[in-house]
């Protein structure tokens, strides 16, 4: 159990009163002299968050402090869902979110610069983009749920420069690697970049301390894949898309080397020309973050993790991702094109080409090739031995699969003129599965599921 003395009492209850204090007067100021109600949230967003950086700063118990944490967390979700404070027409938790994020960061066993970098990145480089976004009014896009400006990620980019340049100075990699933090700003929803900003720049922060120099090379492949994206820009992906696929792809070349590129280049270019096949298909006409982050999310996170631990085995879940998500994509895209005769995977009864759920024979020999294939390319690229090889291709056929199984029974499907949809329409009915799951939710909790599962068989039996 922590111990808990009178300083880390003392600098709560400073801080809590001071936050408090700011709280009140913000409310005042907002009902009695008009103040903007985003200017008075931001205000105190700043006092907030920097009230909490001193206390993360001065005290060495960290984990009785992560528990004091976690506890303010919670009592401000119950004042945020209730506004027992201030007005909320956005519905956003933002304000008690990032106490949870400081709270878990120092439950970690990262570095207290990084997470003050993540707190003072929060602080200033999130209100400064929330505030340009709001009062040089440019033209905003939905990226994930919410409303953002590329004027605003530009403003969090370089401010996000500067802090890195203070805390460490300036390298020339920081240029690069300062899009990370910049980039995750983008999605959120109902404030959870309070706590994905905080996550992802003290993780880039602990990571950076071991990549501060960058080769050339690193910077051709950078502008190789911005250059991709954006010949991609108009048939492959949207603006969330670009975003989101220019995020996933600093993270594999921050967190590796150029190996690491080609397995996911590989998917990426394939699965958009095969998706570009079906001219109906919501793809056909761009991948937007959902879909990104549904099929890339996993792998990601699991090579971000391997860079900062060097286990192995989490380097074969990046390429297992990887695997379920081509093997599933190629299946989808080649089954639909064919048009053969389409069965529901637990019922056997027909339904139409391309409704989750549903398998065909051409569809089905496709995914698996591209499970064999993959697995072949990940056997050449990478020191692995034929037995993990075939695991990687064992993992996209049943990635594959069990993406079926959820999609037919989880997945919401609406009838709507006598036809079973899966896009909910304004006179459709749910018929079956969950209305809040669509499909790349389902691409992404099998893919989880999967990935997790073949991770710990290699990691028993390897």
């Avoid at 501060?212 to 954006?230: A, C, D, E, K, R």
């Avoid at 072949?376 to 064992?394: E, G, H």
Wanted: hydrophobic residues 55%.
């Amino acid at each position: 159990m922590p111990s808990f003395t009178g300083q880390v009492f003392e600098l709560y209850l400073w801080a809590s009163g001071l936050i408090l204090l700011t709280t009140l007067l913000v409310k005042f100021a907002v009902e009695k002299l008009n103040l903007h109600g985003e200017t008075g949230r931001k205000i105190l967003h700043i006092v907030a968050v920097l009230t909490c950086g001193y206390v993360v700063q001065q005290t060495e118990q960290t984990k009785g402090l992560a528990i004091l944490f976690i506890i303010f967390f919670v009592i401000l979700l119950f004042v945020t869902h209730y506004e027992l404070l201030l007005p909320n027409e956005r519905r956003s938790y933002g304000i008690a979110l990032f106490p949870l994020a400081f709270g878990v960061l120092l439950l970690t066993p990262i570095l207290k610069d990084a997470i003050l970098f993540g707190i003072v990145t929060l602080g200033i480089s999130d209100a400064l983009a929330g505030w340009a976004g709001q009062k040089l009014n440019f033209k905003k896009y939905v990226f994930l749920y919410e409303k953002k400006s590329w004027l605003g990620f530009f403003v969090f980019y370089i401010s996000t420069i500067l802090i890195s340049v203070i805390f460490i100075g300036f390298k020339p990699a920081i240029l690069i690697l300062a899009l990370i933090p910049a980039l995750s700003e983008l999605f959120s929803y109902r404030g959870s970049d309070n706590l994905t900003i905080p996550l992802v720049s003290a993780f880039w922060y602990e990571t950076l301390q071991g990549r501060v120099i960058l080769p050339i090379h690193w910077y051709v492949l950078f502008s190789m894949i911005v250059l991709l994206i954006l010949v991609g820009r108009k048939k492959w992906l949207n603006s969330s898309g670009m975003a989101a696929a220019l995020l996933l792809g600093i993270i594999i070349l921050f967190a590796g080397n150029v190996n690491f590129l080609i397995p996911i280049g590989v998917f990426f270019i394939a699965g958009s020309i095969t998706s570009g096949l079906n001219k109906g298909q919501k793809d056909a006409t761009g991948r937007n973050a959902f879909q990104v982050f549904a099929n890339g999310l996993v792998a990601v996170t699991f090579l971000w993790i391997y860079a900062v631990t060097k286990n192995d085995i989490l380097l074969i879940g990046y390429l297992v991702s990887i695997a379920i998500s081509f093997a599933d994509t190629m299946s989808s895209d080649i089954g639909m094109y064919f048009k053969r005769k389409t069965y529901d995977i637990l019922t056997l009864k027909p339904v139409t080409a391309g409704l989750s759920g549903g398998i065909s024979d051409f569809g089905t020999m496709a995914g698996t090739f591209a499970a064999i294939l993959f697995s072949i390319l990940c056997f050449f690229i990478f020191d692995i031995n034929i037995y993990t090889s075939i695991v990687i291709a064992a993992a996209g056929m049943v990635g594959m699969t069990t993406d079926s199984i959820l999609g037919s029974v989880w997945q919401a499907k609406y009838l709507d003129d006598g036809l079973i949809i899966e896009e909910k329409g304004r006179h459709a009915k749910l018929v079956k599965g969950l209305k809040w799951l669509d499909n790349d939710g389902v691409n992404f909790i099998s893919n989880l599921i999967v990935s997790i599962v073949f991770v710990l068989v290699i990691f028993m039996f390897f």
